[in-house]
């Protein structure tokens, strides 16, 4: 039957499907279906050294918010109240320029260490990799069992199973959220919080509910998706590295070119691979062929999906399992480790290792920098903080004849460790007089700040050429902290 005229110009508008050139992404098959990635596990010595460091991480992030410096919280990021405590040190939001250096420092240590160490961090520390590989994908293989030949796991789950796995997911990320709470809330008011009803703190109850829903959706369902999409990391990696740094890298000039089978009796297997039956002087030729038995191990394991062997790629996360795999590869057939190893690309095409260039040089110069301005502004930072604004309204007020007065606010930063009274005195004028709107509030909590209304009332005749004074403000406590502030005072011209 022949096509209709309507047909073809359908066919003709719509095309052939296009079918993409390559796979876009690792996680992701042609057809734009997810494709689930069930990495094999290497268990070599990089491995074993990962998981010890991943213990010990997962210990420090769960004990970290119980752990205390002089009775002070060694982190705690009290939001609530604005005030973040590192080793015991309290910041305040009007610790502008400390946190801003403390910032850059953390930004520009990130930036030397990727550029000297590669993505270490994602391989060694990064909390998705470390509870990824060494919690959530343990616990996958203790329900659906090892990664079989066919590339999936040997065990298909039950529906009661997989809501069995489910819910200890959710039971250990509920974990996961509680301990994070910890950092901001502390552990005293958490635990008052989990024995009381929800209702009580509805807000700590929704963001530890939140944080739960979204690590399990992370963990469960997005996974490696993380490190490939949502990081931002990994896309900087090609700013912050060079020729130099340290990756993971498969070596193409011993592996190449790559073909199937076993190297153990190498001369044999050679022989029987060769190409023409001699060369000139009679002797067989041999393929020349690299170490690389092309087995797939290294793919099998990774857990991002990737094949290193296509070179150095956004996705890979540096966390060693094809090592691991390639040198149980190399061992079984008699060649030496190291076919992947951690080297640099310019090693990697027979240069040098250069330690000391631009980027090193020039990154711990600045870090130098601002880690002595942070020193020094956190050594010569003083137990108090005193600023006045003026308060709202008209500026003056001639209240009597002769009399003016102005509202002012004291904005008073305590950044001492104790409940602290603070008295405030006027040095000059003499004839100006202080009242103190609400004297309880000159009371200030430990590492906290108030805004105490002040008002000023002085003789017209003290200024007013040009209709301003200035004023000295001395706040004082009683262990000798003191701070004089100079403002001004406006009344009517003369
Ligand atoms: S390529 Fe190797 S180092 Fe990179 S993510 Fe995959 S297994 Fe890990
Ligand atoms: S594991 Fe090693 S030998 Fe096997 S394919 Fe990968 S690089 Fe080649």
Known sequence: MNMSTL????SDTEGPMLEPPDRVLSTLDRDGKRRWLYPRLAKG????????????????????????????PVLRLDIAARQFTVWGETFLPTDTLLLALLILSVFVTIVLFTAVTGRVWCGWACPQTVYMEFL????????????GKGGTPKRELSLPLQAARLLVYVLLNMFLAHTFLAYFVGPEKLALWIRSSPWEHPLGFLVMITTTGLLTYDFYFFREQTCLIA????????????????IVAYDHTRGEPRAKGRHKNRHSWLLSQRTSPETTSGA?????IGDCVDCYQCVRVCPTGIDIRDGLQMECINCTQCIDACDEVMHRVGLPPGLIRYSSQSALEGGRPRWLRARTLIYPLILIALLTGFGFSLSTRRGLDVRVVRGKGAPFVNYQPGRVLNNFYVRIVSRTHATRRYDLAILRPADARLEIVEPELLEVPPADSVLAPIRIDFPTWITFGDGQETVELRVSDDVGNERTVNFRLVGPKQ
């Open 45 to 72: 010595r990089w491995w074993r050294r990962r998981r010890a460091l991943a213990y010990v991480l997962m210990v420090i992030f769960v004990i970290v918010p119980y752990l205390k410096v002089d009775g002070r």
């Open 231 to 246: 990081c931002p990391y990994g896309r900087f990696q090609s700013v912050m590295l060079d020729r130099h740094s340290l």
């Open 284 to 288: 067989p030729a041999l393929p020349v």
């Open 136 to 147: 959530f994908r343990p616990l996958d293989r203790l329900f659906e069992g090892t990664v």
């Open 7 to 10: 047909d073809r110009a359908a």
